[in-house]
């Protein structure tokens, strides 16, 4: 008897983002720098920040989840697997994916973090599409945040401008054709070039270099210059990757939708590339760089604005700390 080989289709969507806004007008009085240098460099005008303790990563990913449910209209203890793709969890134990599946009861679902940092949601849907496929899980819950704004340390201008707190989530489910879902798909990683971008918890960890060296133990470090000229040529690899194994131009594609970084990095692609400008998604603008949160909460902007249809292919593209990069061509 053949194996079942099923579709995948995305059912419902939902993000969450905190009420508070940390505005390029609110650094400069924090530290020297200016709405102009920032905008100029990264695209971002404000982004939104968690009240700690009362908020946080695990608050916002049960926010995300529950809107995800809600607008599939379903039964969440029918959930069978929830994969939650985070760097920032309050607990490392349990995992955020178990308390989370817990709240929005999807019980007695398996739920586990995945750190891939900013790849996080992307990674998540690589992992999910072919469980989903293969008959072996029905329903998964794909979950992406990070509250970047808890791991920061706000003394270093150098990640204080970029980063944002948001969860974005996908409920995805069996689906009987199987044309819908993951066309393609690719992960990969670096582990050699960690120091680019990590949260060292003892001094024994910590690479010396003058620009992280006095910011303290388990906050963010990140040579910004050295991610930007990684990223940069990895996205249009990547992409470009991604249009040639499955035959398909940019023309062809309803929707990029990529981690937000900076505008810069994802307008380079778009030039180097010659994108569809209107069809590769930018909300940057508002909410910062929001880590494994981005992709999903962008997914849901157009998701509520109704602008992504059945039949839609989108490609969802990420690079970030690890280093790590991963690539998803979908149609929904
Ligand atoms: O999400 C995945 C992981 N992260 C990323 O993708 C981030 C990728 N990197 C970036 O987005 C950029 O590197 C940043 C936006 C973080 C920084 O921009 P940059 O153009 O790479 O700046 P830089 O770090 O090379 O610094 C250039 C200059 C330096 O001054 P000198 O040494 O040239 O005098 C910095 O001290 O800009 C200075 N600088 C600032 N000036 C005003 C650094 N941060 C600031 C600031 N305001 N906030």
């Known amino acids: 008897m053949s194996k079942p080989s099923y579709g995948v289709q995305m059912s419902g969507v939902g993000?969450?983002?905190?009420?508070?806004?940390?505005?390029?007008?609110?650094?400069?009085k924090m530290f020297e720098t200016s709405d102009e240098w920032i905008v100029t460099r990264t695209g971002i005008?404000?982004?939104?920040?968690?009240?700690?303790?009362?908020?946080?990563?695990?608050?916002?990913?049960?926010?995300?989840?529950?809107?995800?449910?809600?607008?599939?209209?379903?039964?969440?203890?029918?959930?069978?697997?929830?994969?939650?793709?985070?760097?920032?969890?309050?607990?490392?134990?349990?995992?955020n994916g178990c308390r989370v599946a817990a709240a929005i009861g999807a019980v007695p679902a398996a739920a586990f973090d995945l750190v891939a940092a900013c790849s996080g949601f992307v990674y998540s849907l690589n992992v999910a599409d072919p469980l989903i496929r293969s008959g072996l899980y029905k329903r998964i819950m794909v979950i992406g945040c990070d509250c970047m704004s808890t791991l920061i340390d706000y003394e270093d201008r150098g990640v204080s401008i970029l980063f944002g707190d948001a969860a974005g989530a996908v409920l995805l489910e069996r689906d009987e054709d199987p044309k819908r879902g993951s066309l393609y798909q690719s992960m990969q990683a670096d582990g050699s070039q960690w120091p680019c971008l990590y949260i060292p918890r003892r001094?024994?960890?910590v690479c010396a270099n003058p620009a992280t060296d006095n910011i303290e133990l388990g906050k963010l470090r990140m040579i910004g210059r050295e991610v930007y000229k990684f990223a940069v040529p990895k996205l249009v690899e990547i992409i470009d990757a991604a249009l040639k194994e499955t035959g398909m131009t940019a023309d062809q594609i309803d929707h990029f939708v990529c981690h937000q970084s900076n505008a810069r990095i994802i307008e380079s692609a778009i030039a180097k590339l010659e994108l569809p400008a209107?069809?590769?998604?930018?909300?940057?603008?508002y909410y910062g760089n929001s880590s494994a949160g981005s992709v999903g909460l962008c997914l849901d902007d157009l998701w509520r604005a109704s602008k992504v249809k059945k039949g839609d292919v989108v490609l969802f593209i990420a690079v970030g700390g690890g280093l790590t990069w991963a690539v998803n061509m979908w149609r929904v």
């Open 15 to 28: 993000s969450a983002v905190p009420d508070a806004r940390l505005t390029n007008q609110d650094l400069e």
């Open 45 to 95: 005008r404000e982004r939104r920040i968690v009240d700690q303790p009362t908020e946080g990563t695990y608050t916002l990913s049960v926010e995300a989840a529950q809107r995800a449910v809600d607008d599939a209209g379903i039964d969440p203890s029918t959930i069978d697997l929830l994969i939650n793709a985070t760097v920032s969890a309050e607990m490392t134990c349990p995992s």
């Open 278 to 285: 209107d069809r590769v998604h930018m909300n940057i603008e």
């Open 203 to 205: 001094e024994n960890e």
